[in-house]
């Protein structure tokens, strides 16, 4: 059974906060995508502080795609949020991230982008509490898949039988259920959601990857 994740990319925190009231009905996590031009050539929401008090029913995971995040993922250690997924290629130490979201009581999960090779996440495997293979490159919403990286997702559940793998970026019926076959359980998927009627969509694309 492969889980659905909501996933949001926008410009400000009102958006985010009119989708969340869209799919909580729907589902059990959230996904947000934080890009401050440091990592990314684009920019979205990025605040941590609008986080503060947010009352929301779902499980949020934050995707940073930013630099230096040794420094400032404690920005991110606030109560709504339940997991942190950060890029591999952003970071100079992942192991002591890690450590620093255990602490706080967080899931640390890695991101990488299509081009990097997989390989570069055995290390953690045991360690990271999940691994997202990014099928597009990393910022802009509503570009499309890259099926390369289906390879990739194949050879870490092939390598981690127990990993949880989140495929993100490009999702919809069609490459979710790709995405799924080669390994991945967690579906973050934004326009094949969003840009329809919400609980159809959700049905589509449960049906597609589970059946």
């Keep these: 059974m492969a889980d659905i994740i909501p996933a949001i990319n926008a410009d400000n925190f009102e958006e985010i906060k009119e989708k969340i009231k869209l799919v909580e009905s729907y589902a059990k996590w959230l996904h947000l995508d934080v890009a401050d031009g ?3 050539k684009n920019t979205v929401w990025h605040n941590a502080d609008d986080l503060q008090g947010l009352d929301a029913s779902l499980l949020i995971e934050v995707h940073l795609m930013i630099n230096d995040v040794e420094k400032r993922v404690v920005d991110w250690f606030l109560p709504v949020i339940k997991r942190i997924i950060f890029h591999l290629e952003a970071v100079k130490d992942a192991d002591f991230i890690i450590a620093k979201c255990r602490e706080a009581g967080k899931e640390a999960g890695i991101a990488i982008n299509p081009e990097t090779s997989w390989t570069r996440l055995y290390p953690y ?10 099928g597009v490159r990393p910022g ?9 990286v ?6 870490v559940r092939k390598n981690c039988q127990n990993c949880i793998i989140e495929s993100d970026g490009g999702m919809n019926e069609e490459t979710a259920l790709k995405a799924v076959q080669a390994g991945a359980n967690l579906i973050a998927a934004a326009s094949a959601i969003f840009n329809d009627n ?14």
Excluded at 198 to 211: D, P
């Design 38 to 40: 440091t990592f990314t």
């Design 198 to 211: 919400i609980e159809e969509s959700f049905r589509r694309l449960k049906s597609a990857v589970n059946g």
């Design 140 to 148: 802009l919403a509503g570009q499309k898949f890259n099926e390369e």
């Design 125 to 134: 495997f045991g360690k990271a509490d999940m691994f997202q293979i990014l």
């Design 150 to 155: 289906l390879r990739k997702i194949e050879e």
